[in-house]
């Protein structure tokens, strides 16, 4: 592998969500930001929605590693899988909060084993936050039983908040009108963005440097152009280019990656590649004003031609 040929203590590009890479971005920083303060306020519902590979689940690590470094306050749970039955959602949260339970478990024998757990910890002064990723995937009936679930609560406060994180195809979900309750309870929401051409640059040089790197930039300004027009500021797909990048300059012995290495890494992407008119603002000025002269010059010709 490059590591050693870059100088690099660990793969910069894995897309497994390690948090050490966790770039501190305005949009990335204002959802953490975000989450924080709601979960120490106890807001209701919270959701955090993104496309595809735009870093939710990276920021959902981030909070809950945040919220484990003190226990005595907070009991996190955390379902990465959420395509459960209503009864299959309760199983999944019980075991999170460490209660023991077989399938065939009656549903009211289930729930108040779970409320007596919650109270417990309430009792304590912990607070418990549910996690959900990938929400979007859940049906209509789980996302209603996780509403009814939420009702349990003491005279000051519910006993458990939900954090959803979700694709935008659960903000078409919520529209409809069997959801509607569960919307309502929505305290608070953000939407991720992708990266602009600056955060494709930021985000390329931050993980290298996470990663061990401490030399002059790898990634020529050409190639970081390529890198964002192919993505779109996707992170996901700025991992996969950067990473197959590297393994280009790597094979041909070099220590710099230019247009023709992110180029061959987009070939060798499927369902990527360059828009047609991969030109920026700076370019196409170019490319008028020589036309212009051009024009011009072939005017003066004709001029004197004519005189």
Request: net charge negative.
């Given at each position: 592998?490059?590591?050693?040929?870059?100088?690099l203590?660990?793969?910069?590009?894995?897309l497994?969500?390690n948090?050490?890479?966790?770039?501190?971005?305005?949009?990335?920083?204002?959802?953490?930001?975000?989450?924080?303060?709601?979960i120490?306020?106890q807001?209701?519902?919270?959701?955090?929605?993104?496309?595809v590979g735009?870093?939710?689940?990276?920021?959902?690590?981030?909070?809950?590693?945040?919220?484990?470094?003190?226990?005595?306050?907070?009991v996190?749970?955390?379902i990465?899988?959420?395509?459960?039955?209503?009864?299959?959602?309760?199983?999944?949260?019980?075991?999170?909060?460490?209660?023991?339970?077989?399938?065939?478990?009656?549903h009211?024998?289930?729930l108040?084993?779970?409320?007596?757990?919650?109270?417990?910890?309430a009792?304590?002064?912990?607070?418990?936050?549910?996690?959900?990723?990938?929400?979007?995937?859940?049906?209509?009936k789980?996302?209603?039983?996780?509403?009814?679930?939420?009702?349990l609560?003491?005279?000051?406060?519910k006993?458990?908040?939900?954090v959803?994180?979700?694709?935008?195809?659960?903000?078409?979900?919520l529209?409809?009108?069997?959801?509607?309750?569960l919307?309502?309870?929505?305290?608070?929401?953000?939407?991720?963005?992708?990266?602009?051409?600056?955060?494709?640059?930021?985000?390329v040089?931050?993980?290298?440097?996470?990663?061990?790197?401490?030399?002059?930039?790898?990634?020529?300004?050409a190639?970081?152009?390529?890198?964002?027009?192919?993505?779109?500021?996707?992170?996901?797909?700025?991992?996969?280019?950067?990473?197959?990048?590297?393994?280009?300059?790597?094979?041909r012995?070099?220590?710099?990656?230019?247009?023709?290495?992110?180029?061959?890494?987009?070939e060798?992407?499927?369902?990527?590649?360059?828009?047609?008119?991969?030109?920026?603002?700076?370019?196409?000025?170019?490319?008028?004003?020589?036309?212009?002269?051009?024009?011009?010059?072939?005017?003066?010709?004709?001029f004197?031609?004519?005189?």
């Open positions: 592998m490059y590591l050693e040929h870059f100088g203590k660990e793969l910069p590009f894995s497994t969500p948090t050490e890479f966790f770039l501190n971005m305005a949009s990335y920083q204002k959802a953490y930001n975000m989450l924080m303060v709601s120490a306020n807001e209701g519902f919270i959701k955090v929605v993104g496309e735009t870093g939710k689940t990276m920021l959902c690590r981030k909070v809950l590693n945040s919220l484990e470094d003190n226990p005595d306050t907070y996190t749970a955390y990465a899988n959420p395509v459960l039955s209503p009864k299959g959602l309760f199983l999944a949260f019980a075991e999170e909060l460490g209660i023991e339970a077989n399938s065939d478990v009656g009211h024998s289930l108040k084993r779970i409320t007596k757990v919650l109270m417990s910890h009792a304590e002064g912990r607070q418990v936050i549910l996690f959900i990723d990938e929400a979007h995937a859940m049906p209509e789980t996302l209603e039983a996780l509403r009814l679930l939420t009702n609560e003491t005279e000051q406060s006993l458990f908040q939900v959803l994180f979700a694709q935008p195809e659960l903000d078409e979900m529209k409809e009108k069997s959801l509607r309750q919307l309502q309870r929505i305290s608070f929401s953000y939407k991720l963005e992708s990266l602009d051409r600056d955060g494709v640059e930021r985000y040089s931050h993980r290298l440097a996470t990663a061990g790197y401490n030399g002059p930039a790898i990634f020529s300004a190639s970081l152009n390529d890198l964002y027009a192919a993505s779109k500021g996707t992170p996901r797909l700025v991992n996969v280019l950067c990473h197959k990048a590297l393994m280009v300059a790597f094979g012995g070099e220590r710099n990656v230019d247009r023709e290495q992110v180029r061959k890494a987009i060798d992407t499927e369902g990527v590649e360059l828009p047609k008119t991969n030109m920026t603002p700076m370019t196409a000025a170019g490319i008028f004003a020589g036309v212009a002269g051009l024009i011009f010059a072939v005017y003066l010709v004709n004197y031609l004519q005189n």
